[in-house]
């Protein structure tokens, strides 16, 4: 199964009404949940798609996330698809951000690793990282915030 459709299935999955899915295409084998959970399937290991402790106030709004108006200027960095977190290029490498690193706009700020695919994610702001919500090997979930960054005036 191509990459653009396993992709597709997680968007329908992600938008349905649906709270786990299972899918076995000959050696192929797709797990998903939307539980926050883990769930425990024989042959499976335990997997969280979607991890409530990393959630923000008020998550894919752009209004401030407290009542700080300080708050106003941060922005969430969200996972454009389900897969494997890495900080760095290699796990011998630094990390491609830190927290208070000063970060513009197009920079690489993680890796999310799905099917074999390396998929670098850029920062979508000129800014300072205020929060990293994960860490190298975590399972990452669509739309999952991975960092906030606090954007320049």
């Not at 425990?40 to 709004?61: E, F, M, S």
Request: net charge negative; aromatic share 6%; charged share 25%.
């Amino acid at each position: 199964m191509d990459f653009k459709r396993i992709q597709e299935l997680i968007r329908y999955f992600e938008a349905s009404a649906l709270t786990t899915l299972h899918l076995e295409d000959g050696d192929f084998k797709l797990s998903l949940s939307k539980l926050t959970t883990p769930v425990t399937t024989p042959g499976n290991i335990n997997a969280i798609i979607t991890n409530p402790d990393l959630a923000l106030q008020n998550p894919g709004r752009k209004e401030p996330l407290a009542a700080d108006p300080e708050a106003a200027f941060l922005r969430q960095v969200k996972s454009p698809l389900v897969g494997t977190y890495y900080g760095g290029g290699t796990p011998e490498s630094a990390p491609y951000a830190k927290l208070g690193q000063t970060v513009k706009k197009g920079d690489t700020l993680c890796i999310v690793e799905a099917m074999k695919i390396m998929n670098e994610i850029a920062s979508p702001y000129d800014g300072v990282i205020e929060k990293i919500n994960a860490k190298d090997g975590d399972v990452i979930g669509f739309d999952q915030i991975l960092m906030v960054i606090r954007v320049k005036e």
